[in-house]
């Protein structure tokens, strides 16, 4: 059964430092999504992709970050200038339409 | 307002019991709603996906929504061990794929065996 694959499943990195999360959604699918879970609270949206472009974004989502398809099969989210706050569970997902199907997730732990 | 409730247990039943699971929501534009299974330190699970009001039965689950009471809950019949995890309901206000989902908190779930 096709699943979404994220990479790495652990980063470590300085306050300060960029980090680039990888995801290979489900290879027919058309929206891609990201998500946090802090450590105890709920899963949030970050934001969602489609045909190249941001289709939707949170108000977690600012100029920090940003996301990319830089090819046929990767989807990817960078953090700039990472904060002690954004030590978290990310996940990615992807859909036709309406059923999100989660990656295993990134865990974060910014120092 | 997108706010989703749900208790976050833990709730522990006996191997076998029927578990209802259950979200309350404020938002009225909410029409979709989704049941995930999350174990610890992995990644959601699609569960169940129902649109609108009604019910919809899936092998030992089954999903309910009340839009008139903005309630929503899953039953697992036959509970057994290993649906031991949390549960998140999460819901979304329009058709299509840009929205993103809005998720409750989870209630972590205990079957003893």
């Known amino acids: 059964e096709p699943e979404v694959t994220q990479t790495p499943s652990h980063q470590v990195t300085q306050m300060g430092q960029e980090v680039i999360l990888r995801c290979v959604p489900i290879s027919n699918h058309l929206y891609f999504y990201w998500y946090r879970q802090i450590l105890g609270q709920k899963v949030e949206f970050l934001v969602s992709f489609y045909n190249n472009e941001i289709s939707e974004k949170s108000e977690i989502f600012d100029d920090q970050f940003s996301v990319e398809r830089p090819d046929g099969s990767n989807f990817t989210l960078k953090i700039r200038s990472t904060k002690l706050e954004d030590s978290a569970m990310y996940f990615c997902a992807s859909s036709t339409r309406e059923t999100q199907y989660f990656g295993p997730g990134t865990r974060l732990l910014v120092l | 307002q997108k706010e989703v409730e749900q208790d976050p247990g833990p709730l522990s039943v006996p191997e076998g019991a029927i578990v209802s699971l259950n979200c309350t929501y404020s938002?009225?534009?909410?029409?979709?709603f989704m049941w995930y299974r999350q174990y610890s330190r992995k990644g959601p699970e699609l569960l169940m996906y129902t649109y609108s009001s009604g019910n919809k039965e899936d092998g030992r689950f089954t999903a309910q929504v009340d839009k008139s009471s903005k309630y929503i809950s899953l039953f697992i019949r036959d509970s057994q061990p290993s649906d031991s995890a949390t549960y998140l309901c999460?819901?979304?206000?329009?058709?299509?794929?840009?929205?993103?989902?809005?998720f409750g908190k989870g209630t972590h779930l205990i079957i003893q065996p």
């Open positions: 938002n009225s534009a909410f029409q979709y």
């Open positions: 999460a819901m979304k206000e329009a058709g299509g794929g840009a929205d993103g989902l809005t």
